[in-house]
């Protein structure tokens, strides 16, 4: 069964550093996600991509975030300048397209994510 | 935006026992609740989900219910098993758009062999 798959499982980094964080979604999927997940804590939505463009994002994904979609197959979340405060483990997220009888395909698929530590 | 309750944060059961676990929302446009298992260090893996025209949803010994007028929705797992140790996650998502997932606050499961 394909799976959505991400690199690299873990990071440290210093504070102030670019990061750039990679995942691979399922090949035929259309719908991009990054969650983020700090330690102990819930999932939190971060952003949502499509069509080659942001569709929707949260108040988490400021200014020191972006995302891309360099090839047809990776999708990338950099944080330019790393605060301490970003150390959390990030999932990407990927659906397919169209309807499943009748009714659109809202499964999200989590990749095994990337564990940033800013130092 | 939409809010997600979950309660309770954890939960011991005795192996072969029931575990229930209860979420609330607050959008109503939300109609999509999906419930994730998490094992520790691993990604969040759906386990079943529920559309808001549906009441009930079972698979095998795990079951969901909704409750679209006082937006309550649940999970049952029966027969219970040490493998089923994990923290679970309820979530709702708006049908159809770009659907971002809103997840609950997590409920850490320990069942006791």
């Known amino acids: 069964e394909p799976e959505v798959t991400q690199t690299p499982s873990h990071q440290v980094t210093q504070m102030g550093q670019e990061v750039i964080l990679r995942c691979v979604p399922i090949?035929?999927?259309?719908?991009f996600y990054w969650y983020r997940q700090i330690l102990g804590q819930k999932v939190e939505f971060l952003v949502s991509?499509?069509?080659?463009?942001?569709?929707?994002k949260s108040e988490i994904f400021d200014d020191q975030f972006s995302v891309e979609r360099p090839d047809g197959s990776n999708f990338t979340l950099k944080i330019r300048s790393t605060k301490l405060e970003d150390s959390a483990m990030y999932f990407c997220?990927?659906?397919?397209?169209?309807?499943?009888?009748?009714?659109?395909?809202?499964?999200?698929?989590f990749g095994p994510g990337t564990r940033l530590l800013v130092l | 935006g939409e809010n997600v309750e979950q309660h309770p944060s954890t939960l011991s059961v005795q192996e072969g026992d029931s575990a229930v676990i209860k979420c609330t929302y607050s959008?109503?446009?939300?109609?999509?609740f999906p419930w994730y298992k998490q094992e520790l260090g691993k990604r969040p893996q759906l386990i079943i989900d529920?559309?808001?025209?549906?009441g009930e949803k079972k698979d095998q010994r795990i079951a969901v219910t909704l409750n679209k007028t006082a937006k309550h929705f649940s999970l049952h797992i029966t027969e219970t098993q040490p493998e089923d140790s994990a923290v679970y996650f309820c979530a709702a998502s708006p049908s159809g758009g770009y659907q971002k997932v809103t997840f609950g606050t997590g409920t850490k499961l320990q069942v006791i062999p």
């Open positions: 529920i559309r808001s025209n549906v």
């Open positions: 090949s035929n999927h259309l719908y």
């Open positions: 959008d109503s446009a939300s109609n999509y």
């Open positions: 997220a990927s659906r397919r397209p169209g309807l499943a009888g009748g009714l659109p395909r809202e499964t999200q698929y």
């Open positions: 991509f499509y069509n080659n463009e942001i569709s929707e």
